[in-house]
């Protein structure tokens, strides 16, 4: 049974109640000031300091894609001792020169938000700091000694801060002193820290905490909905790995201003995910739904079972993530979405696999620059990824009459990695699928997976005695851009762009543009001689890709009805 309840910071859920703080390798004392009218974050950090005088602290200048992040840093100075302080931006390094002999430094430095105006996309993973607020990622916060031998015991007071500020991170709530024992500065270095005015939703799952910190006023959706699918997120990803060991999760979720299109992002942290989110009405709380489902299922598929060679096992880590997302949802009817919604992602998959440039690319082109700077390249694990899942969950029900899945291969794959340290890589997979298929798995795996053949739908629909159609509505832009997308470059005759009035040569002074999405309009803003046009379009086509019909046989056939029922007795 879930249990919800809104907190402030007036419920501060613990606290140090003795008067002299924990002992600690480092601590840091945080509080909030105002330096010439700007808000700005002190942070006293006391450490051991190195006997030979110069004493190093890690801070990187580059980090996240975000350059400069030392424009951050305002004033710096020891407290105990005289000393020189450097910055060497190359190395990410703090470098301080003490005299010798010195036991423990005293050293303080401020931040501060080295931006104006709105937060954006490119601007959420840099320090931001505000009179309401602060929201800001542990690397680009906390300065940490090189060459400390771990694990450290981390202190963090908040004490110093106004009663009635939130304070919230991937290690607590509402807690002014912390004191982090035994910590990994890997997973320390990973962490979210949010103050301020946010909303602190609390819940727990079999025992375990489990948080929502949000801000702001959100037009598309009301914050405990958006809790709700947390909890359900959380509840049923944990019931299907059977894993219940995380005494403490928390999601942040930031608002940002969009006046085109929604977009969101998350990362993946300690004990911890954070979001950010556009606030718009085209923004909805299905996609919170997806998000949620994919990025968490990453606690699993991606931590727990890591890839040996990251980009080359993508098909397996994004590829069944998106799958299981799909399955997840649908089968425990998440927000009220059930097999209907598993059918339609599973065709959008199709179409968008079977029309794609890269389709049948070899395993080997999904490698690192490929993935990172071409968009259907980076899009082509998750697909490739989501069909083979498919076709291996619907080949193993038909083969054991309905006695086992995929999910018993997720479940063999997963004991393997938390009780033998096992990766995923292409002979352990075949190993693991050998048990569950007649024979000859690895030339199927080669054909479809190395090789990147695409599977014959038609005829495993026909195999498996799923209805469906033979063609299908595809997304089709119509158009080409030119090269830093301000112009037209080509239209393709009789699409829906050319019927709409997109040509060749048109100025692109807006856009709107649901890649993939056929049921949303493409909105573009043209200029031609002068004149300014507002041209809208399907961007569809007819292509002959087999879809699967959401009729009641084919959700019993692919195994949801039966699944449903055992696994929402929760």
Request: glycine fraction near 6%.
């Amino acid at each position: 049974m879930f249990k919800r309840v809104l907190l402030t910071a007036l419920l501060a859920t613990v606290l140090f109640s003795c008067q002299q703080e924990p002992e600690s390798d480092i601590s840091y004392e945080i509080s909030s000031v105002m330096v010439d009218s700007i808000p700005q974050l002190k942070i006293k950090m006391t450490l051991d300091a190195n006997p030979e005088g110069t004493t190093t602290l890690s801070f990187p200048n580059d980090a996240w894609g975000q350059k400069d992040l030392y424009e951050s840093l305002d004033k710096m100075q020891l407290l105990n001792v005289e000393g020189v302080i450097e910055k060497d931006k190359d190395s990410g390094r703090i470098v301080l020169m003490h005299p010798k002999g010195v036991k423990e430094l005293e050293f303080e430095y401020f931040l501060k938000q080295d931006f104006e105006g709105e937060i954006s996309t490119r601007k959420i993973y840099r320090p931001i700091i505000n009179k309401a607020y602060f929201h800001l990622f542990s690397h680009n916060m906390f300065m940490v000694p090189e060459n400390k031998e771990e694990p450290l015991d981390i202190l963090l007071d908040f004490s110093s801060f106004p009663e009635g500020h939130t304070i919230h991170n991937s290690f607590g709530s509402q807690q002014r002193v912390q004191l982090l024992k035994d910590q990994n500065m890997d997973l320390f270095g990973s962490a979210i820290f949010v103050g301020g005015d946010f909303r602190i939703f609390n819940g727990d799952i079999h025992g375990n905490q489990i948080s929502l910190a949000t801000r702001g006023e959100w037009i598309p959706f009301e914050d405990e909905d958006v809790f709700k699918v947390l909890e359900e997120t959380l509840t049923y990803q944990r019931n299907f790995w059977n894993d219940h060991s995380q005494t403490y999760f928390t999601v942040t979720l930031q608002p940002f201003p969009q006046e085109n299109g929604s977009s969101f992002q998350g990362t993946g942290l300690t004990n911890s995910f954070a979001t950010s989110v556009s606030n718009n009405d085209l923004t909805d709380i299905g996609q919170m739904v997806y998000l949620f489902n994919h990025e968490l299922m990453h606690n699993w598929i991606g931590h727990s079972i890591k890839n040996e060679n990251e980009e080359e096992q993508y098909w397996f880590s994004e590829g069944f993530t998106e799958y299981y997302t799909y399955k997840n949802i649908a089968r425990n009817r998440i927000n009220g979405l059930d097999s209907d919604y598993f059918i339609n992602e599973l065709n959008r998959t199709i179409r968008d696999l079977y029309t794609s440039s890269v389709g049948e690319a070899p395993n080997a082109e999904i490698n690192y620059d490929n993935f990172w700077t071409n968009y259907e390249y980076s899009k082509l694990p998750y697909w490739r990824g989501t069909i083979f899942a498919f076709y291996l969950d619907q080949k193993i029900l038909k083969a054991s009459d309905g006695k086992q899945s995929l999910d018993d291969v997720m479940h063999q794959i997963y004991a393997d990695a938390t009780t033998k340290g096992q990766k995923l890589n292409h002979a352990y997979f075949i190993e693991v699928m050998n048990s569950f298929w007649d024979e000859g798995f690895d030339v199927v795996f080669k054909k479809y997976i190395e090789d990147g053949q695409k599977i014959d739908l038609a005829t495993l629909f026909e195999e498996l005695g799923l209805e469906y159609s033979a063609e299908s509505d595809v997304f089709e832009l119509g158009f080409e851009f030119t090269e830093g997308r301000k112009g037209i470059a080509s239209v393709i005759e009789g699409s829906e762009a050319w019927e709409a009035g997109v040509r060749a040569g048109d100025e692109v002074f807006s856009r709107s543009i649901w890649q993939g999405n056929i049921e949303r309009q493409v909105e573009l803003g043209l200029r031609r001689n002068g004149e300014e046009l507002n041209i809208s379009f399907y961007p569809v086509t007819k292509a002959a890709i087999p879809q699967l019909k959401p009729t009641a046989k084919n959700i019993e056939k692919v195994g949801f009805l039966a699944n449903q029922r055992s696994v929402r007795q929760l």
